[in-house]
């Protein structure tokens, strides 16, 4: 009886994962541990912040944006070394895949002190952005970088300071974005920086503030068959460290061998497609039945989020 009770359960689990998730695991080294990244307080922790129909009344405005609900002011249990130009990830959790089209972006704050008690109200910058990677791909789904993965994996930038950081990790869920309703998925792990040089760039925002409601990175279309995303991502551009268009000729005292490496992994920029429509038109007459597929899942969620909890 209760091993049935149990099967089922897990399996109406099982499709929930993939609509939604949040990232509950830092891999250093290959070794993926949840240790280092601090754990949210929603009931349901893979819900996503919105500014439109917000499930809980976070939106991107609050301060909670930064590591997600309840995590700002919460450590993990511990803090992991890494090293300047090491390659890290953060994962998605309960087996879940990205299947929401839109972009992934990871940031990083300095903490003034251990990254176990700092709230990141400090200065934020981009260290890395992934946007379409299949420029023939389906806009809704596989045209997306991020599609389907179970993590966003990016590298510590050579030039930067040794010390404790916060990263934050965030896929943004474009499939309601036609009508104010992206979904915002994030986290935030916490480092000590090892072998770094140099300095905090100077692009830097605030979180929340990172985004505005208006953006048109997070305010793009899925369903108008413009593939244009802008490459930039919403938000900053990449710090990408040594190299500067402004003073190229400046020598940087840098030991590092290959400075000029570039965090951007995969942000093929997608211009040549639809040339005549440069901007992206706002998509007036999206149609709400196209979203069918993601709302069925949300919905599916809900469902099993309340079976869950009867049980
Ligand atoms: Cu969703």
């Given at each position: 009886m209760y091993q049935t009770a149990t099967v089922a359960l897990l399996a109406s689990l099982m499709p929930m994962a993939n609509a939604h998730y949040f990232f509950d695991k830092l891999v250093v080294n290959g070794q993926a541990s949840a240790d280092f990244v601090r754990s949210n307080t929603?009931?349901?922790?893979?819900?996503?912040t919105k500014w439109k129909n917000s499930f809980d009344n976070t939106t991107p405005d609050s301060i909670d944006f930064r590591c997600n609900v309840g995590a700002t002011n919460k450590g993990s249990k511990a803090t992991a070394k890494v090293k300047a130009g090491d390659s890290l990830a953060m994962t998605i959790a309960v087996g879940a895949r990205m299947e929401h089209p839109g972009p992934g972006q990871v940031y990083m704050?300095?903490?003034?002190?251990?990254?176990?008690?700092?709230?990141?109200?400090?200065?934020?910058?981009?260290?890395?952005?992934?946007?379409?990677?299949n420029p023939s791909g389906d806009i809704k789904k596989?045209?997306?970088?991020?599609?389907?993965?179970?993590?966003?994996?990016?590298?510590?930038?050579q030039g930067i300071p040794d010390g404790d950081y916060l990263i934050r990790s965030e896929h943004i869920g474009l499939h309601?974005?036609?009508?104010g309703q992206a979904e915002f998925y994030y986290g935030?792990?916490?480092?000590?920086?090892?072998?770094?040089?140099?300095?905090?760039?100077?692009?830097?925002?605030?979180?929340?503030?990172?985004?505005?409601?208006?953006?048109?990175?997070?305010?793009?279309?899925?369903?108008?068959?413009?593939k244009n995303y802008p490459a930039k991502g919403p938000g900053p551009a990449v710090f990408t460290p040594n190299t500067s268009a402004t003073t190229p000729a400046k020598e940087d005292a840098s030991p590092v061998a290959s400075p000029v490496s570039t965090p951007i992994s995969s942000a093929a920029p997608v211009s040549s497609s639809t040339p005549s429509k440069p901007a992206q038109s706002p998509a007036p007459s999206a149609d709400p039945s196209k979203c069918g597929m993601y709302i069925r899942r949300h919905a599916r969620d809900i469902a099993q989020i309340a079976a869950a909890f009867l049980h």
């Open positions: 929603r009931p349901i922790a893979y819900m996503p704050s300095k903490a003034p002190g251990a990254a176990g008690s700092y709230d990141g109200s400090g200065d934020w910058f981009k260290i890395h952005q992934e946007t379409i990677c596989d045209a997306w970088c991020t599609w389907s993965k179970d993590r966003i994996s990016f590298k510590i930038p309601g974005a036609h009508d935030c792990a916490q480092v000590t920086v090892s072998g770094g040089s140099g300095s905090i760039p100077s692009n830097t925002v605030k979180i929340p503030g990172v985004y505005k409601v208006n953006d048109p990175e997070v305010n793009f279309s899925v369903w108008s068959n413009n």
